[in-house]
């Protein structure tokens, strides 16, 4: 796409972003909504409960065996997932960034399904392949979930990567992997980061994957926030692991932040697209490779599923599917309304957390002091525990009866949804080439048209890949959405499916599995729909 | 341009969705149809027990000038009930109940005990025995003594100021696969101590499952100080231990085509696998353990610090009503606690309460939880 720069006559007394009050005011919605829905709920939560906490009980409860256990088994299967997943990702992120051909649209959107399902479904499957146990079959669960990170967040910025750059350091002989290794790895870094920053953060936090897969004499922070506070009512502890898990969460963004920072790239001039059609038989193999990977990741969860929704009196039929428009043979509102209430919630969660974290966004990549300080805090919502923040909203949000109303949910599901924008549209932002702002300036361009023809641009395709995470957390939340207080009548589906999965009668799990599928369909389709428009890769200009 | 154009409509579209969507199904007001049949329903009730709604229409009638009252009622997300039935308390009283759920029972207790003083709600449902001291300790409740609690026995009233009203009923207990199971069906619970069953046994967690803690209790209240000895039999034995009640019973239990065919669950799982079978079935497929069975009460109560102390009160003379507690067994499988109500025919053919439920006082479990599943532990994971 032409960089077409209309005659402007007004001219420009700088881009807007230069301005200092223009920062202030850029910052205020998504300091605001920080703020209020991270920050306030946790303090909340933390000075009701460390009123009850002596000194010596902190030190008691920071020295004792089961926390140093915990500690060190959360950071562990947390590295070690974060390793897996984007060793997983990459492969595919190649791929899909490299290649055009047949399926690939579908095979970026059909990694995000994952995310909407069960986690005692996907725990399930992983358990009855049989082949890994404990910690290993954690992180192979966290793989399975958290891969959609590498492969839309990675893919999307390799995609952008100029062609003509790797196919000069391969005509002055470099082999393959030198040129990955010396050119395309150091241009992925910043979109690897804010990855594995976030997969970190998941696995850091994770609750019912550990409680399946793991056992019943494995656990980590997370799950023994959750013992202490509910089952053991230790509310003094469960306060402090919050604390530690907070501490921990917020260095992770720091040094993330500060990663992120360092290995940013402009990416300058004009660029030829990246993506090619499928031409060698080495192409062909890669293709099929990745393909195969992605089957592995996303349909074997899903295979099950698939089959138990078909699956009616020991032969094949539609009655789980025609079950979900019907009133539920045990009380739990219909599945087909859940469907729309989890689909209106994500509408609601998505639109939040574009405005949020865009704006969030834009804010970081000024770089100053708002900036950094934003970074940091957009990235720790999704490493704070869903016991902490559910019952944080609970202390924090007494006045006009918001604690039960129907917008905590999307409110809730919007702050796990912000990271992701931020993480996707940050390092589209911060490779704006500078030198396109300044010649658009130049020739006349006001600060707004200098804003529209060079950062939105960038922000576009990045919005759009952020869109569909959005929409997918929303859809597939289950953790934070349990803490908070509805309205009956207002289950989603993951509510409803948990409910379905946990009580005893097949067509109750029949009609669980068929309304997996059809959650999974649905966001396999949002993602298609919201990235049709991207083309072939190169998104700005 | 176009597709920019479609997006923005797109986009406009979701969120008019969100706004239309979300708001619809929060309100529990049923249409007209239904409240004129919750009306009916409400006119059955009053046969069955006039007084108690009589008395119930005169407040409401007293009530009549000022507006109505929205009451919450603030529960787990096990809990449903249908909206006809709230329908015809509006009929009765004039005020209207919102209900909101969140988590387990046991979250559904921490709740209450870190917002006392100031609830989320005006009457609480799901605190179970297992949990009850943690409330009472807490004060998180105002005594009501509802009329209706002569028709509940008394052996379910385990607060004797009335602080919390018994609603509903459930037995834990050890059920058995009738196809699968090794040698004879075991009939007591010193029987699991076999080898060959405990072997074929899986039991939850305690700590992360609520029919485990069940189960551990019902053997500490059976063998006192042998408990230990008990679980000793059993881990030599090989018994499997799980997370949580749906692994168990889906993945390790012949239910779901596991292997095991003796697992830890609800007295009511037989009718509701009966219920739910596909394909149909004629009988029951699995059979409970009675000897095992370890009772569980659910309890209503007033919050303390709610505005509204007689309406709330209303509403858990209500929930004791045969309009509510006939709904209770075929939405929630758990049994009602007035005991004029009549049971579903699948409840009465294919499972039952047991005459004689081992159980355990609050004071004493809230005491001793922490220790007793430590030592649990300790015996099970070495």
Request: proline share 6%.
């Amino acid at each position: 796409m032409a960089a077409s720069v209309p005659p402007v006559t007004r001219a420009g007394r700088g881009a807007p972003s230069r301005s200092h009050l223009g920062g202030v005011l850029l910052a205020i919605v998504p300091v605001g909504f920080l703020a209020v829905f991270v920050a306030w709920p946790i303090v909340a939560i933390t000075r009701r409960t460390a009123g009850e906490l002596g000194g010596g009980r902190l030190v008691e409860v920071l020295t004792s065996g089961r926390f140093v256990d915990a500690l060190v088994a959360t950071v562990g299967q947390t590295l070690v997932s974060v390793l897996a997943t984007v060793m997983v990702g990459l492969p595919i992120a190649a791929v899909i960034a490299r290649f055009s051909f047949p399926g690939r649209d579908v095979l970026r959107a059909v990694v995000l399904v994952p995310f909407v399902l069960p986690t005692l479904v996907v725990a399930t499957a992983i358990d009855q392949l049989g082949v890994l146990e404990g910690w290993a079959a954690v992180v192979a669960a966290h793989v399975v979930f958290n891969v959609a990170i590498v492969v839309r967040l990675v893919g999307g910025w390799w995609a952008g990567i100029d062609r003509r750059r790797i196919e000069a350091a391969a005509t002055l002989g470099a082999s393959p992997v030198e040129v990955f290794r010396t050119i395309t790895f150091p241009l992925l870094r910043p979109a690897v980061a804010a990855a594995a920053a976030m997969i970190g953060l998941f696995s850091f936090t994770s609750f019912g994957v550990i409680l399946v897969l793991g056992g019943p004499a494995r656990f980590t922070i997370e799950t023994d926030i959750h013992r202490f506070a509910i089952f053991r009512g230790e509310l003094d502890v469960a306060a402090v692991l919050g604390g530690v898990q907070l501490v921990t969460v917020a260095a992770f963004a720091v040094v993330a932040a500060r990663l992120q920072r360092r290995v940013s790239v402009a990416r300058r001039g004009r660029r030829v697209p990246l993506a090619r059609p499928v031409a060698t038989a080495a192409d062909r193999v890669m293709v099929v490779l990745a393909t195969a990977l992605t089957v592995v990741v996303v349909v074997l969860p899903l295979g099950s599923l698939v089959v138990g929704s078909f699956r009616v009196g020991g032969g094949w039929g539609l009655g789980h599917w025609r079950s979900l428009a019907e009133a539920p043979p045990v009380g739990a509102t219909r599945s087909l309304d859940a469907l729309v209430t989890s689909l209106s919630f994500a509408a609601g969660a998505a639109v939040i957390a574009l405005v949020v974290g865009g704006l969030a966004a834009i804010v970081i990549a000024r770089g100053d002091r708002i900036g950094r300080l934003v970074e940091v805090a957009g990235l720790i919502p999704i490493g704070v525990s869903a016991v902490t923040l559910g019952f944080g909203y609970l202390l924090a949000f007494t006045a006009f009866d918001f604690r039960r109303s129907i917008w905590l949910v999307p409110v809730a599901h919007a702050v796990i949804g912000v990271p992701f924008v931020i993480g996707a549209a940050v390092p589209a932002l911060r490779s704006v080439d500078p030198r396109r702002r300044e010649a658009v300036a130049a020739l006349g361009g006001s600060p707004w048209r200098v804003w529209l023809d060079s950062d939105a641009r960038a922000l576009a395709p990045a919005l759009r890949t952020a869109t569909g995470f959005a929409a997918a957390v929303s859809l597939g939340e289950f953790g934070a959405t349990t803490f908070l207080s509805r309205p009956q009548g207002s289950e989603t589906a993951p509510v409803v499916m948990f409910k379905l999965l946990s009580r005893p009668g097949d067509l109750l799990q029949g009609q669980a599995m068929a309304l997996a599928v059809a959650l999974a369909g649905l966001v396999a389709v949002i993602a298609l729909v919201v990235d049709r428009r991207r083309g072939d890769g190169i998104g700005w200009l | 341009m176009t597709r920019k154009l479609l997006a923005l409509i797109a986009m406009f579209a979701l969120v008019a969705a969100a706004c239309g969507g979300s708001d619809s199904p929060a309100a529990v007001t049923g249409d007209p149809t239904t409240t004129a049949d919750a009306a009916d329903t409400a006119d059955d009730a009053a046969m069955l027990d006039e007084e108690a709604v009589d008395a119930a229409a005169e407040e409401a009638t007293q009530e009549g000038s000022v507006d109505p009252i929205e009451l919450v009622l603030v529960t787990h997300d096990s809990f449903f009930i249908p909206d006809e039935v709230w329908a015809a308390f509006e009929a009765e009283t004039g005020n209207t109940v919102t209900v909101v759920a969140s988590g387990d029972a046991g979250e559904v207790v921490s709740r209450a005990v870190l917002t006392a003083g100031q609830p989320e709600g005006d009457v609480m449902f799901g605190i179970d025995s297992t949990f009850l001291q943690r409330g009472l300790d807490a004060d998180v409740f105002e005594p009501h003594t509802s009329p209706l609690l002569s028709t509940v026995d008394d052996a379910l009233r385990l607060d004797p100021t009335d602080r919390v009203t018994p609603i509903s009923v459930s037995d834990v207990c050890v059920n058995y696969w009738l196809d699968a199971i090794p040698g004879d069906a075991p009939t007591t619970l010193d029987d699991l101590r076999t080898a060959e069953n405990a072997a074929a046994l899986v039991v939850q967690n305690p700590e992360t499952s609520s029919p485990g803690f069940a189960f551990l209790l019902a053997t500490i209240a059976r063998y006192g100080d042998g408990w230990e000895d008990y679980w000793t039999d059993l881990v030599d034995g090989g018994v499997t231990v799980s997370s949580g009640w749906s692994e168990a019973y889906y993945t390790e239990y012949a239910a779901g085509g596991g292997e095991k065919s003796i697992v830890v669950s609800y007295a009511t799982s037989p009718p509701a696998d009966v219920l739910f079978a596909d394909p149909p079935v004629d009988a029951a497929v699995s059979a409970v353990l009675d000897d095992s069975c370890f009772r569980q009460v659910e309890f209503a109560g007033i919050l303390a610090g709610t505005e509204h102390p007689e309406a709330a009160a209303e509403l858990i003379d209500f929930m004791l009503s045969p309009t509510y507690q006939a709904e209770i067994p075929l939405n929630m499988f758990v049994y009602p606690a007035n005991s004029t109500v009549e049971l579903p025919a699948e409840f009465v053919e294919y499972g039952s309460l047991v005459d004689d439920p081992i159980t355990l006082e609050p004071a004493e479990i809230e005491a001793n939880r922490l220790d007793w599943t430590a030592r649990w532990a300790e015996i099970v994971f070495g």
